[in-house]
Nanobody, 124 residues
């Protein structure tokens, strides 16, 4: 079992930045690809991006490329989501998910473990 806990969410003005963390416990995260997803009120869950177990490759939703950056520190068992130039439409609950081996990707059903999420609110 892998337990995932997100942190770093909060209220930020448009144009600002936030860095979310996804900390794992139970097992080492280094064997898992990790994805970030978000869900805004009244909307379906949306893929944000993912990173391979080694950190050698990342994938982002087309609309977020260039503003959001995923990285990982396997020594700290943590994956990060750096969000820049935030917009009000980025307001959502952001969740991380882990997938054993593999490359991650946008299909949420492919992930084995999920965190509960952290709220990000961007004011205009």
């Amino acid at each position: 079992q892998v337990q995932l806990v997100e942190s770093g969410g909060g209220l930020v003005q448009a144009g600002g930045s936030l860095r979310l963390s996804c900390a794992a416990s139970g097992r080492t995260l280094s064997s898992y690809a990790v994805g970030w997803f978000r869900q805004a009120p009244g909307k379906e869950r949306e893929f944000v991006g993912s990173i391979t177990w080694s950190g050698s490759s990342t994938l982002y939703a087309d609309s977020l490329t260039g503003r959001f950056i995923i990285s990982r520190d396997n020594a700290k068992n943590t994956v990060y989501l750096q969000m820049n130039s935030l917009k009000p439409e980025d307001t959502a609950v952001y969740s991380c998910a882990a997938r054993f081996s593999g490359r991650g990707g946008p299909i949420s059903s492919g992930y084995d473990y999920w965190g509960r999420g952290t709220q990000v609110t961007v004011s205009s």
